[in-house]
């Protein structure tokens, strides 16, 4: 089965970066969504990015021009490089996999069935 697994996390100043990795193992689909969601305490799980495995990409309106998805599939492991980080940025991250191809709501938490455990981000 599919197991992802985050890194990356770590507390920053505001207007830092932070590159959050997720190591995915146990999949061998060729076609395939992954994303990356948020969680503040007291919020719903938000969409920040996802894309599919023929490179398109979506982005939540309030990281667009600093946050950043992409995968090196050699190293089966999805990134996210987030620039210009802000105090409302903070919140748990997770990793999500969905076996499935989709070409929209890439930001749903509903499209993704399988999930990391998490890494905090924390921005001051």
């Known amino acids: 089965h599919v197991q992802l697994v985050e890194s990356g996390g770590g507390s920053v100043q505001a207007g830092g970066s932070l590159r959050l990795s997720c190591v995915v193992s146990?999949?061998?689909?060729?076609?395939?969504?992954m994303g990356w969601f948020r969680q503040a305490p007291g919020n719903q799980r938000e969409g920040v990015a996802g894309?599919?495995?023929?490179?398109?990409?979506a982005y939540a309106d309030p990281v667009k021009g600093r946050f950043t998805i992409s995968q090196d599939n050699d190293k089966n492991t999805l990134y996210l490089e987030m620039n210009s980080l802000k105090p409302e940025d903070t919140a748990t991250y997770y990793c999500?996999?969905?076996?499935?191809?989709?070409?929209?709501?890439?930001?749903?938490?509903?499209?993704?069935?399988?999930w990391g455990q998490g890494t905090q981000v924390t921005v001051s």
């Open positions: 999500a996999y969905s076996g499935n191809y989709y070409t929209t709501s890439l930001l749903s938490p509903t499209r993704f069935e399988t």
């Open positions: 894309m599919n495995s023929g490179g398109t990409a």
């Open positions: 146990g999949f061998n689909y060729d076609s395939y969504c």
